[in-house]
């Protein structure tokens, strides 16, 4: 329903002057005041769907993409007053870094709300609202200032599950937008002599018209529980923002902060003290409930943890006389402290092996802490398996591997990284074993409640030209499908896919923006790979008719050389297509991207402060 009226129309006898109707939600109205007399505009809104907000930085890369549901907007406002009424019932913010482990970052969690109709106890899963915001704003003509009546925020309960690479990326990009702001500050050349009885320091007096005056303000921040993962996979740039920033990053899950009130009343300061205050609130919050969070990291084995499931367990066995809910209480709190610090030493053992191959491997290997306990079990028993193996073969493989890259320098260097790895690989395969089979116990014996999916699917940032496009879902498929062809790799994008031989084989050709892959049908993985020409390699694709069929003819380097430039008919490979059109449409796309990927290596690279 929409409603708009003239302010210059007489005013009716009722309290709603209805123009036109529709099917709308938005409500825009004219109330008329019968004692003062005053016009008034009314703005309602309501977004039972929401709104997405997406969060992507220079490279371009989305970082994380927000969602706001269950929106209910309403203001009423004239020149001398303004009422605003915000209600946002699902806040959730997704982890959008392709290859994560913890997909969801900020969500709230669902609440239990017991309803009792005998003889069963029924329970029902009730999500309140997460953001009430609620502003009463009158102005003082008299010394022309906003005076704020009423404002009262309050937000509900919050998980936030957050990763070392989501969180370098957001500080790395919020420096990056700092430092593109050009705020020049001028500085006078005159020197300043301290001893002058006569100088004056003319600090810049703020206006009166330039604070606001609050006589209430209220901020009620629910329960936040914190959790940090440390994934181990961070560039070279993001390792120099974690040195700049100089704070260790250390695993830990659910440290639970509780906030007081925040409440103010008749405060008169401008807008950035205002924030200055509010901000100290929260950190002095913070530092008094740092026992929480070194009470919860994994290396100790979350110690806070344990504490909560036993109490738990004896609150159940004093009221209901439960004596099974406090061993699983407690089998629960030994297994999960058993799983994280064994995980911890292992990953430690890992990285000191020096071995990225085995490394990357491992991590592949890694499971969500919310899997079933088999896939727990599973992943420790591969652990093992390649701990063992490593162990073995690490004397012969790390001295082969430092040769081909260093000479005689990186073979005896190998050979000490084989005697390290001979000892480590196989105590870390141990301690894997040992934390998947603890996890597994955990899961077992824990009542998970249920955690939100992503939204939507990771944004595929590589548009037409290599800039930034709008969000295409099968872009975001592809993508993901490329990541289980070559590892892993995200710097690979994808581009395009087409169908070869759409009746017969099913062969596909996906194009990225480093190469082209023609694969078989089947699951997507390394496996299934027929053919993977890269655009270092690649001089020149074309199509071709012969005997009435249809290829795709591609003439390659010998080796990485960009000066050898040359059309060797015994240096190509051809691909069979099922129509021209399959086979145009192929080779064009892939001169446009290798064209695309040659100016990409004159580019000038950006640098990382």
Same mark, same amino acid.
């Given at each position: 329903?929409?409603?708009?009226?003239?302010?210059?129309?007489?005013?009716?006898?009722?309290?709603?002057?209805?123009?036109?109707?529709?099917?709308?939600?938005?409500?825009?109205?004219?109330?008329?005041?019968?004692?003062?007399?005053?016009?008034?505009?009314?703005?309602?809104?309501?977004?039972?769907?929401?709104?997405?907000?997406?969060?992507?930085?220079?490279?371009?890369?989305?970082?994380?993409?927000?969602?706001?549901?269950?929106?209910?907007?309403?203001?009423?406002?004239?020149?001398?007053?303004?009422?605003?009424?915000?209600?946002?019932?699902?806040?959730?913010?997704?982890?959008?870094?392709?290859?994560?482990?913890?997909?969801?970052?900020?969500?709230?969690?669902?609440?239990?709300?017991?309803?009792?109709?005998?003889?069963?106890?029924?329970?029902?899963?009730?999500?309140?609202?997460?953001?009430?915001?609620?502003?009463?704003?009158?102005?003082?003509?008299?010394?022309?200032?906003?005076?704020?009546?009423?404002?009262?925020?309050?937000?509900?309960?919050?998980?936030?599950?957050?990763?070392?690479?989501?969180?370098?990326?957001?500080?790395?990009?919020?420096?990056?937008?700092?430092?593109?702001?050009?705020?020049?500050?001028?500085?006078?050349?005159?020197?300043?002599?301290?001893?002058?009885?006569?100088?004056?320091?003319?600090?810049?007096?703020?206006?009166?018209?330039?604070?606001?005056?609050?006589?209430?303000?209220?901020?009620?921040?629910?329960?936040?529980?914190?959790?940090?993962?440390?994934?181990?996979?961070?560039?070279?740039?993001?390792?120099?923002?974690?040195?700049?920033?100089?704070?260790?990053?250390?695993?830990?899950?659910?440290?639970?902060?509780?906030?007081?009130?925040?409440?103010?009343?008749?405060?008169?300061?401008?807008?950035?003290?205002?924030?200055?205050?509010?901000?100290?609130?929260?950190?002095?919050?913070?530092?008094?409930?740092?026992?929480?969070?070194?009470?919860?990291?994994?290396?100790?084995?979350?110690?806070?943890?344990?504490?909560?499931?036993?109490?738990?367990?004896?609150?159940?066995?004093?009221?209901?006389?439960?004596?099974?809910?406090?061993?699983?209480?407690?089998?629960?709190?030994?297994?999960?402290?058993?799983?994280?610090?064994?995980?911890?030493?292992?990953?430690?053992?890992?990285?000191?092996?020096?071995?990225?191959?085995?490394?990357?491997?491992?991590?592949?290997?890694?499971?969500?802490?919310?899997?079933?306990?088999?896939?727990?079990?599973?992943? @420790?028993?591969? +652990? %093992?398996?390649? !701990?063992?193996?490593? $162990? #073995?073969?690490?004397? *012969?493989?790390? &001295?082969?591997? /430092?040769?081909?890259?260093? @000479?005689?320098? +990186? %073979?005896?260097? !190998?050979?000490?990284? $084989? #005697?390290?790895?001979? *000892?480590?690989? &196989?105590?870390? /395969?141990?301690?894997?074993?040992?934390?998947?089979?603890?996890?597994?116990?955990?899961?077992?014996?824990?009542?998970?409640?249920?955690?939100?999916?992503?939204?939507?699917?990771?944004?595929?940032?590589?548009?037409?030209?290599?800039?930034?496009?709008?969000?295409?879902?099968?872009?975001?498929?592809?993508?993901?499908?490329?990541?289980?062809?070559?590892?892993?790799?995200?710097?690979?994008?994808?581009?395009?896919?087409?169908?070869?031989?759409?009746?017969?084989?099913?062969?596909?050709?996906?194009?990225?923006?480093?190469?082209?892959?023609?694969?078989?049908?089947?699951?997507?993985?390394?496996?299934?790979?027929?053919?993977?020409?890269?655009?270092?390699?690649?001089?020149?694709?074309?199509?071709?008719?012969?005997?009435?069929?249809?290829?795709?003819?591609?003439?390659?380097?010998?080796?990485?050389?960009?000066?050898?430039?040359?059309?060797?008919?015994?240096?190509?490979?051809?691909?069979?297509?099922?129509?021209?059109?399959?086979?145009?449409?192929?080779?064009?796309?892939?001169?446009?991207?290798?064209?695309?990927?040659?100016?990409?290596?004159?580019?000038?690279?950006?640098?990382?402060?």
């Amino acid at each position: 329903m929409i409603e708009i009226s003239d302010s210059q129309q007489e005013p009716s006898p009722q309290s709603w002057v209805m123009l036109n109707n529709s099917q709308s939600n938005i409500l825009l109205a004219t109330l008329t005041d019968q004692q003062s007399k005053k016009s008034s505009t009314e703005v309602v809104l309501s977004l039972a769907g929401g709104i997405g907000v997406s969060f992507i930085n220079l490279k371009p890369e989305e970082l994380f993409f927000a969602t706001l549901s269950q929106i209910k907007f309403k203001s009423l406002f004239n020149k001398t007053f303004q009422n605003i009424d915000l209600e946002i019932g699902a806040i959730q913010i997704d982890n959008q870094l392709f290859g994560c482990e913890l997909p969801v970052s900020v969500f709230s969690p669902p609440q239990v709300k017991k309803s009792f109709s005998p003889p069963q106890v029924k329970k029902s899963m009730v999500n309140s609202s997460n953001l009430l915001l609620s502003i009463h704003v009158e102005k003082d003509e008299d010394f022309d200032l906003l005076v704020f009546k009423e404002c009262s925020i309050d937000v509900c309960k919050l998980n936030m599950e957050l990763e070392d690479r989501l969180l370098l990326k957001l500080i790395q990009a919020i420096q990056n937008l700092l430092t593109h702001d050009d705020v020049s500050v001028k500085k006078s050349d005159e020197p300043i002599n301290i001893f002058d009885s006569h100088h004056i320091d003319n600090k810049p007096t703020v206006d009166v018209k330039d604070k606001l005056f609050f006589e209430s303000l209220v901020v009620n921040q629910g329960e936040l529980r914190i959790s940090l993962l440390t994934t181990g996979k961070i560039d070279q740039d993001l390792m120099i923002t974690k040195k700049n920033l100089g704070i260790p990053f250390i695993s830990f899950e659910d440290a639970a902060i509780s906030f007081d009130q925040y409440n103010r009343h008749n405060v008169l300061e401008t807008k950035g003290d205002m924030l200055n205050n509010i901000l100290q609130f929260y950190k002095e919050t913070f530092k008094n409930q740092a026992a929480v969070l070194l009470g919860s990291l994994d290396i100790l084995g979350n110690p806070m943890g344990f504490i909560q499931d036993f109490s738990s367990g004896v609150e159940g066995l004093l009221k209901k006389g439960n004596i099974g809910g406090l061993f699983v209480n407690v089998a629960h709190g030994f297994s999960d402290s058993a799983a994280k610090m064994t995980g911890v030493i292992a990953d430690g053992l890992w990285s000191a092996s020096m071995d990225s191959k085995f490394q990357e491997s491992r991590d592949s290997l890694r499971v969500s802490r919310a899997s079933s306990s088999s896939s727990h079990f599973s992943a @420790g028993l591969k +652990g %093992f398996g390649m !701990g063992m193996i490593g $162990g #073995l073969t690490s004397m *012969v493989t790390q &001295p082969i591997e /430092g040769a081909s890259k260093k @000479g005689v320098t +990186g %073979f005896f260097a !190998g050979i000490g990284k $084989g #005697l390290v790895g001979t *000892v480590a690989k &196989p105590v870390a /395969g141990v301690l894997d074993f040992a934390s998947g089979t603890a996890a597994a116990v955990r899961m077992s014996t824990e009542t998970q409640l249920p955690t939100p999916k992503p939204v939507r699917l990771k944004r595929n940032c590589y548009g037409p030209g290599g800039v930034l496009g709008k969000y295409i879902k099968h872009a975001s498929e592809g993508q993901e499908i490329l990541l289980k062809f070559n590892e892993g790799d995200v710097e690979e994008m994808y581009v395009a896919m087409e169908v070869v031989r759409p009746s017969t084989d099913r062969l596909k050709a996906i194009l990225t923006n480093k190469g082209i892959y023609f694969v078989k049908s089947g699951p997507p993985c390394p496996e299934n790979i027929k053919l993977h020409v890269e655009y270092t390699r690649l001089l020149d694709s074309q199509y071709y008719f012969e005997e009435s069929l249809h290829f795709i003819e591609m003439f390659l380097c010998r080796r990485q050389d960009y000066s050898v430039q040359e059309y060797n008919l015994d240096n190509r490979t051809t691909v069979r297509c099922e129509t021209e059109r399959v086979a145009y449409k192929v080779t064009q796309k892939a001169n446009y991207l290798k064209s695309l990927y040659e100016e990409s290596l004159f580019a000038v690279p950006k640098v990382v402060k």
